[in-house]
């Protein structure tokens, strides 16, 4: 009996699964055999741009005596650290660049600017998030191993402090994702092994070493006296980083709109119903071009969590198809603007602290608007172009 | 595994300096930021410059490339894997060195023969513009001049074949070694002879190297009777021969026949394996990780069919020497598509695209 019985997952047939399982295939299909020059393009240019901004910004922070050139620095340097986490690392790692076969932007030899090191991440995120998603014991994404925000996890006294900690994760997002990924259940039961959790404990100090040398040592040197502004400076840039992809993070998941699975749920599922679990278990976000580039496409949650492979930049143009697809079967195209996603988490995040708890109120099947439908009756027979 | 190019020789002074300076650009390397000013500062992989284009004959072209770094040297025969972008996508192959290693401007160059339906060798034939940034992978091969020389040589040649035997001929040149050297060549006319009019030259000005041309398109082709008809003491000299295999596979009998096996050296280089033809059966291919089925019809890789079967495989060279095509194989036989050995090779990691499935095969990939 399905925990929450208008999961729309339960509509339907087995053979409207398949149906859904073989279109999405397709979709993803016609899109990796048109990638090419203008995509390779795409992400060479944005990992320049990065790599300018980044240089710039921290020659800029050696006069950061200078308030204006403080204030510069900072911002300069907070974009470039939100650039390179967000639209740059967590989609190289995911192997959304891999068909380039560049091997100094491939998941295989990529490292990040954050705590976190890209091995383990890889494991905890790409496997087992992308996998499992939403699947509560599974995934252990499902409020992070620290964090209840479904009525059907177990409630702790713990929990009544999460209204708290939550501001300290946001804060300190990226020590929280490496520490994250060592799985602490796993340590808990005994199932990782002394040698492994060494290993991965030591692989986390030496980019924690290299981290705090980087943005804490180094580079406040550089200013000399006035080594204070820039460390300072760079303090701030590392948590405006992680202030705005906890926001962003948190978003993709945990809104009203999402659904939650059971491990029962899940057992034995087709192709299909993946798909559909992946499409109703993320939460889009609504924004400018600009925003979308600055979170990493992943405003673009659902199409991201439909193809995890496939390049960000092409989320934007195959979203007509997806909001197709759930019109014609009756499935929720999980979307709403920053402010009320980020708003419904928060309120999640409060609620669950208490015992008890009902699941939320969820949106119906999609409706597309006439707008909309005139704009997708252009695309129907194209394959998804790049800009 | 992605393929990368060879690591560039460099002083130790910078070396230091690199290391040292990571401390301010991890996780990135210095090298990433000076290469947002000058690409070729960029100590990540070894390049090149291509800085002339000479046409050779109507489909083969040779391109003289400056290395960015220093060469570390080859000896004539040996090849080098090449890198290059096309349509975004990075594509290795590996092509003999045709030049000596001793050139004066410090430039290697590899002469290319345009191959129907390759994707690099009509960029190289046709395209390539001076000026054009390649990736230069590691010198490797067997097939290459003794040291000390022997006396007496016999080079034994065949269409694209020429070109590790050019080299071995610039170098012996270069030696003033070309003392006493028969070199058998068969081209289909004699405006296909790849460094036909060089070679035709070299014999003219050098009394101790002859040059027997043998034009299939109006004599028979090459076989080992014929071969002792144009050099009568063949068995006295050391033999290098390389040309398509079917040529190699009949004199590698008649040496053998005679007891000269140990004086016999082959490359049995074929730019383009894997798209068909030749023996086996051919066969099925279960990708268990990509969760995809592909047919593959005699001669046609592991890599080949699964491409076409829409599987996204990791591949480098395609020609058996990079190993970052391979998988292990769960079950079944494969066939060596250019030995034509079969191998009953469950369990062990396989070069993808040298082998071909024999009967149905499961494969981790």
Known sequence: MPYDPTNPLYRLTEEQLDEIGRELDALHDAVFADLGEADANYIRSMITFHRRLAAMSRAVLIFSKYKPAWLIGTAGLSIAKILENMEIGHNVLHGQWDWMNDPEIHSSTWDWDTASPAAAWKHSHNYVHHTFTNVIGKDKDVGYEIMRVDPRQPWHPVYLLQPFYNVVLMALFEWGVALHDLDFEKIRKGEKSPKQLKDELKAIGVKARRQITKDYLVFPALSGRHYKATLWANVTANLVRNFWSHAIIFCGHFPDQTYMFTEDEVANESRGAWYVRQLIGAANIEGSDLFHVMSGNLGFQVEHHLFPDMPSSRYKQIAPRVKDLCERYGLPYNTGPFRKQWGTVQRTILRMALPGGKPRHKPGPYVMPPEEKAERERLRNLVPAFP | ?365
Request: include cysteine; charge should be neutral; hydrophobic fraction near 35%.
């Open chain 2, 1 to 365: 595994m992605v393929e990368t190019g060879a690591r560039p020789r460099i002083s130790r002074l910078r070396q230091r300096l690199l290391t040292v300076t990571r401390a301010m650009t991890t996780p990135l390397r210095p090298d990433d930021y000076l290469a947002l000013i000058n690409p070729r500062w960029s100590t990540r992989e070894s390049t090149g410059t291509v800085v002339r284009v000479r046409r050779e004959t109507a489909d083969a072209a040779t391109i003289v490339i400056k290395p960015d770094f220093p060469w570390p040297g080859h000896r004539p025969g040996q090849y080098l894997r090449l890198g290059m972008a096309i349509n975004g996508i990075r594509h290795w192959r590996a092509y003999t060195i045709t030049s000596d290693p001793g050139h004066v401007e410090g430039v290697v160059s590899v002469t290319v023969k345009y191959t129907e339906g390759g994707r690099m060798s009509p960029v190289f034939v046709r395209h390539v513009q001076p000026g054009q940034q390649v990736y230069l992978g590691e010198v490797e091969g067997e097939f290459a001049l003794p040291d000390p020389l022997p006396a007496q040589l016999l080079f034994v040649s065949a269409g694209s074949g020429i070109t590790p035997i050019m080299s071995m001929i610039r170098e012996l040149q270069r030696r003033d070694a070309l003392d006493d050297v028969v070199h058998v060549h068969s081209a289909r006319t004699s405006e296909d002879m790849i460094f036909g009019r060089m070679l035709r030259g070299f014999a003219k000005r050098h009394e101790g190297y002859r040059l027997i041309e043998v034009h299939t398109g109006e004599q028979p082709r090459l076989s080992p009777d014929r071969l002792g008809e144009l050099c009568p003491d063949w068995a006295r000299r050391e033999t290098f021969l390389s040309g398509p295999r079917d040529l190699i596979d009949v004199v590698e009998k008649h040496y053998a026949d005679a007891g000269r096996t140990d004086h016999l050296h082959t490359e049995r280089f074929q730019p383009v394996v894997g798209i068909g033809g030749g023996d086996g059966t051919g066969g099925s291919v279960h990708f268990r990780v990509s969760d995809c089925d592909a047919e593959a019809g005699p001669g046609v890789s592991i890599l080949v069919s699964g491409e076409e079967a829409g599987a996204r495989l990791p591949f480098g060279c395609r020609m058996g020497i990079c190993h970052t095509c391979v998988g292990r194989l769960q079950d079944g036989a494969v066939r060596d598509v250019r030995t034509g050995a079969v191998t009953e090779a469950s369990g062990q990691m396989v070069r993808t695209c040298v082998n071909a499935p024999e009967g149905h095969i499961e494969i981790d990939l």
